[in-house]
């Protein structure tokens, strides 16, 4: 089976920095998209950035420009750095991993989440 296990979380002043890392342990098929999303208190969970296995990345218009994804594939493990942080980033991130293993068949692991807040 797969856990992701996110860091990196904490509480910081409106303006700074954070950077956000997610390891997987157990079998990831080579073939997936890694990301984060996000929830916030009374809102639905939306998708923050992903990446795909070739490097594709695609972001949420509230975070272009300030946060940067990225993978290691041969450690199993997607960051997220976070930089000019907005009180409205105030959420729990969560590390998602999902793709097609042996015979196509469909994986989704999320992780437990890390909670970020931006104080103003």
């Known amino acids: 089976q797969v856990q992701l296990v996110e860091s990196g979380g904490g509480l910081v002043q409106a303006g700074g920095s954070l950077r956000l890392s997610c390891a997987a342990s157990?079998?990831?098929?080579?073939?997936?998209?890694m990301g984060w999303y996000r929830q916030a208190p009374g809102k639905q969970r939306e998708l923050v950035a992903s990446?795909?296995?070739?490097?594709?990345?695609n972001y949420a218009d509230s975070v272009k420009g300030r946060f940067t994804i990225s993978r290691d594939n041969a450690k199993n493990t997607v960051s997220l750095q976070m930089n000019s942080l907005k009180p409205e980033d105030t959420a729990v991130y969560y590390c998602?991993?999902?793709?097609?293993?042996?015979?196509?068949?469909?994986?989704?692991?999320w992780g437990q989440g890390t909670q970020v807040t931006v104080s103003s």
């Open positions: 157990g079998s990831i098929f080579s073939s997936n998209t």
């Open positions: 998602n991993v999902n793709g097609l293993g042996y015979a196509w068949r469909p994986y989704d692991f």
């Open positions: 990446i795909g296995s070739g490097g594709t990345t």
